[in-house]
């Protein structure tokens, strides 16, 4: 079973278009987020949630919206796709902040 | 904020070679992780070092953590084409934020 998972993998869309992403995690941690990794494969962090509460928000575009229906989800909305948001997205969990983080298989995101 | 670099950003050894990635955090940290990502894969765990001094092994892998715990470094000893991918170290940022550093990404020549 995979212990994250995150759909779909691929993803071409044009500019001005409002896309999801959606992750699933079935190891029990309370902690999510959402990491960008761009071209040179550097790894930003988006959001962090833990127990359904953004508690960390980065200086992100609101274009770009996490929403957990429950502790298991974590889905990236994005809204008026911009080509800059190019990239590779992955969704990972942790119990806690401190602790090992787990990704998904990430999703390439082509903004044409 | 809180950054955490790496050098180098490209190594490139002939299989058989050492090699070694450096990190360097801004802030102390609680904890330092260090994760590989092949090619078209993801990040995958391989280690965390919580003590100051600390140093572990993992077969050729060899992880230290600085004293003052601000740096820590990789050392994979006789590398194989199998070690090619992007070594990432990580640190928390308070306690619900996995910061990542800047990569080394490593290329073997066989």
């Known amino acids: 079973d995979t212990a994250v998972s995150q759909t779909p993998k691929y993803l071409v869309t044009q500019m001005g278009n409002d896309k999801s992403i959606k992750c699933e995690q079935n190891l029990g941690h309370d902690t999510m987020y959402w990491y960008k990794q761009d071209s040179k494969k550097f790894l930003k962090i988006m959001f962090s949630y833990n127990n359904k509460e953004l508690i960390i928000n980065e200086t992100v575009p609101n274009r770009f919206s996490p929403k957990s229906p429950d502790k298991a989800h974590l889905n990236l909305h994005i809204n008026s796709l911009e080509l800059g948001d190019s990239a590779v997205y992955f969704c990972?969990?942790?119990?806690?902040?401190?602790?090992?983080?787990?990704f998904g298989q990430g999703t390439r995101l082509t903004v044409v | 904020g809180q950054q955490v670099m790496q050098i180098p950003q490209y190594q490139h050894v002939q299989e058989g070679e050492d090699f070694t990635t450096y990190c360097n955090s801004s802030t102390t940290l609680s904890n330092i992780q260090w994760y590989k990502q092949r090619p078209g894969g993801h990040p995958v765990f391989l280690i965390q070092l919580v003590k100051s001094g600390e140093v572990k092994k993992q077969k050729r892998l060899t992880f230290q953590f600085g004293e003052a715990k601000k740096n820590s470094s990789l050392h994979i000893t006789a590398t194989q084409t199998t070690d090619v991918g992007t070594y990432f170290c990580a640190g928390p940022r308070n306690t619900d934020k996995l910061i990542f550093g800047t990569g080394t990404r490593l290329q073997v020549f066989p």
């Open positions: 990972a969990s942790s119990q806690g902040g401190r602790a090992e983080a787990f």
